[in-house]
């Protein structure tokens, strides 16, 4: 590698990427060589505010530029052709949540990043909160016992109704190249702690319907219910809450205690106990550098050779599109789903 690590972002109709590319811009050694996408209007974009080369074709762009790793923020479904083309030029790749937008694309991510011998990081905007570390830490240290649930609740109004752009909205409501709904865009969070936090549950139910928005034609609500032998998780995604109340709250479950996530807006961490049963806040320690971005932890772990943070490793986001799989095949037959998925065994 040269003594800067040259990034290309592949797909930008990700409303995410730009919140990454601001803080990409910030991170020391680090350079953004250029953008890959059809939409004109975004690559404009990308060069006004960065002066990088800009691509219509990404095959192009991985060809012909120089980088270490590429960024995938395309939609869920073309990821998986974009990260197969970087690996076979040894290129890292980081790719944002929830992976793809099936199993089948999940596991050809991560078999051409294994016979390449690249990393694959995947990227949820979630896993930089000081709070959320800090609890996974105590709970595997332990803090709270035997964790037998998991519940998180990821909900807005709906992607439009959000602010999301044109771009975004475009493939989030198509079944084809998200995955579906959701259940895809936003169970995809619970499903992965609970992989996280209890491993691979033995059978999954869920559970969606389009309750309030009669303008799409994927869920716009979904709950998934994960168990396990000696305990249950539930992740639910909505598109049509209104209000605040219980957004974005990871609580986690154990024999001897709660650990509650607040949402970014707070930033709390509280602690329930049978001595404290109502939860005091925990005083969270400071991060490591390269724990408090999505740039700072891939080009510190692609150096050195550390492993990414569990939340971020390829096979716990591998288990978490299984998930969702499982729980989109128990919406359309009515049925509990055992895993693992036959079909892909």
Request: proline share 5%.
């Given at each position: 590698?040269?003594?800067?690590?040259?990034?290309?972002?592949?797909?930008?109709?990700?409303?995410?990427?730009?919140?990454?590319?601001?803080?990409?811009?910030?991170?020391?050694?680090?350079?953004?060589?250029?953008?890959?996408?059809?939409?004109?209007?975004?690559?404009?974009?990308?060069?006004?505010?960065?002066?990088?080369?800009?691509?219509?074709?990404?095959?192009?762009?991985?060809?012909?530029?120089?980088?270490?790793?590429?960024?995938?923020?395309?939609?869920?479904?073309?990821?998986?052709?974009?990260?197969?083309?970087?690996?076979?030029?040894?290129?890292?790749?980081?790719?944002?949540?929830?992976?793809?937008?099936?199993?089948?694309?999940?596991?050809?991510?991560?078999?051409?990043?294994?016979?390449?011998?690249?990393?694959?990081?995947?990227?949820?905007?979630?896993?930089?909160?000081?709070?959320?570390?800090?609890?996974?830490?105590?709970?595997?240290?332990?803090?709270i016992g035997e964790i037998w649930q998991v519940k998180y609740r990821a909900a807005h109004q709906g992607p439009r109704e959000h602010g999301c752009s044109e771009y975004f909205c475009d493939w989030l409501y198509d079944i084809d190249r998200n995955g579906g709904g959701a259940l895809i865009d936003y169970c995809c969070?619970?499903?992965?702690?609970?992989?996280?936090?209890?491993?691979?549950?033995?059978r999954v139910t869920g559970v969606t319907g389009r309750c309030l928005k009669e303008d799409i034609l994927v869920e716009d609500n979904a709950v998934v219910l994960m168990s396990y032998p000696r305990g249950l998780s539930i992740s639910e995604g909505s598109w049509t809450q209104i209000g605040n109340l219980n957004q974005?709250?990871?609580?986690?479950?154990?024999?001897?205690?709660?650990?509650?996530?607040?949402?970014?807006?707070?930033?709390?961490?509280?602690?329930?106990?049978?001595?404290?049963?109502?939860?005091?806040?925990?005083?969270?320690?400071?991060?490591?550098?390269?724990?408090?971005?999505?740039?700072?932890?891939?080009?510190?772990?692609?150096?050195?050779?550390?492993?990414?943070?569990?939340?971020?490793?390829?096979?716990?986001?591998?288990?978490?599109?299984?998930?969702?799989?499982?729980?989109?095949?128990?919406?359309?037959?009515?049925?509990?789903?055992?895993?693992?998925?036959?079909?892909?065994?």
């Amino acid at each position: 590698m040269s003594p800067k690590f040259r990034i290309g972002v592949v797909g930008l109709t990700h409303d995410h990427i730009w919140d990454v590319l601001a803080d990409l811009r910030t991170q020391p050694g680090v350079e953004l060589v250029g953008v890959a996408d059809a939409h004109r209007p975004l690559v404009e974009r990308a060069k006004a505010e960065y002066g990088c080369v800009t691509y219509r074709e990404a095959a192009l762009f991985i060809e012909r530029e120089p980088l270490d790793a590429v960024y995938l923020f395309g939609d869920n479904a073309s990821s998986v052709e974009a990260a197969e083309l970087a690996a076979k030029k040894g290129l890292h790749i980081l790719v944002e949540k929830p992976m793809a937008a099936d199993l089948a694309g999940a596991d050809r991510m991560l078999a051409a990043a294994r016979q390449n011998n690249v990393r694959l990081m995947i990227n949820w905007p979630f896993a930089w909160l000081p709070q959320l570390q800090h609890a996974l830490a105590l709970a595997a240290a332990g803090e709270i016992g035997e964790i037998w649930q998991v519940k998180y609740r990821a909900a807005h109004q709906g992607p439009r109704e959000h602010g999301c752009s044109e771009y975004f909205c475009d493939w989030l409501y198509d079944i084809d190249r998200n995955g579906g709904g959701a259940l895809i865009d936003y169970c995809c969070y619970g499903a992965l702690l609970s992989r996280a936090l209890m491993g691979v549950p033995t059978r999954v139910t869920g559970v969606t319907g389009r309750c309030l928005k009669e303008d799409i034609l994927v869920e716009d609500n979904a709950v998934v219910l994960m168990s396990y032998p000696r305990g249950l998780s539930i992740s639910e995604g909505s598109w049509t809450q209104i209000g605040n109340l219980n957004q974005y709250v990871a609580t986690i479950y154990g024999s001897r205690g709660i650990l509650q996530v607040e949402p970014r807006a707070t930033g709390r961490l509280l602690k329930a106990t049978a001595e404290q049963p109502e939860g005091v806040p925990v005083t969270l320690p400071e991060q490591p550098a390269a724990l408090r971005s999505t740039t700072a932890h891939f080009v510190d772990c692609v150096r050195s050779g550390r492993e990414f943070q569990l939340l971020c490793q390829a096979r716990v986001g591998r288990d978490a599109q299984e998930i969702l799989e499982a729980a989109l095949l128990s919406s359309d037959s009515g049925s509990e789903v055992s895993l693992p998925l036959k079909l892909h065994s």
